[in-house]
């Protein structure tokens, strides 16, 4: 009896160094925008102002140590738009946290420690 098991295949070499490439771009570039970037959280939120729904995007930038990075509007701004360009098949709707220590663009949600699944 054989178990087969449908896996994907694994990345070629060149698709590998392709995304170490990338991610190492990112990183300088984050790096140039807001020096110590390690990490960026993207998050919309609606926002009333003047009477009028907006929505907007709120942007933390972290070190490496989770803590918040000393920028400007213009770099949080830079930050976003740098990996809405490198990501635009994203869902930029939903909250969103790249690591630019592992290249990894993953869903920002919320989850529940596993003892209170119980």
Same mark, same amino acid.
């Given at each position: ?8 295949? +694994?990345?070629? =070499? &060149? !698709?590998? !160094?392709?995304?170490? @490439?990338? &991610?190492?771009?990112?990183?300088? #570039?984050?790096? #140039?925008?807001? =020096?110590?970037?390690?990490? *960026? ?11 009028e #729904? ?9 070190? +490496? $140590?989770?803590? =918040? *990075?000393?920028?400007?509007?213009? +770099? ?5 738009? $740098? $990996?809405?360009?490198?990501? =635009? +098949? ?5 909250? #969103?946290?790249?690591?630019? @220590? &592992?290249?990894?663009l ?7 420690? !596993? !003892? $209170?699944?119980?």
């Open positions: 009896m054989t178990n087969a098991q449908t896996t994907a295949p +694994a990345p070629s =070499p &060149t !698709e590998v !160094e392709k995304r170490r @490439i990338r &991610t190492a771009v990112i990183a300088r #570039q984050l790096d #140039q925008i807001a =020096p110590g970037t390690a990490r *960026v959280r993207t998050v919309p939120v609606s926002t009333d102002r003047d009477g #729904q907006r929505l907007a995007t709120w942007v933390a930038l972290d070190d +490496a $140590l989770g803590g =918040p *990075v000393k920028a400007d509007r213009d +770099a949080h701004r830079a930050a976003r738009g $740098l $990996l809405r360009r490198m990501f =635009p +098949a994203a869902d930029w709707t939903r909250p #969103q946290t790249y690591d630019a @220590i &592992t290249g990894r993953a869903l920002d949600e919320p989850t529940m420690p !596993e !003892e $209170l699944h119980r």
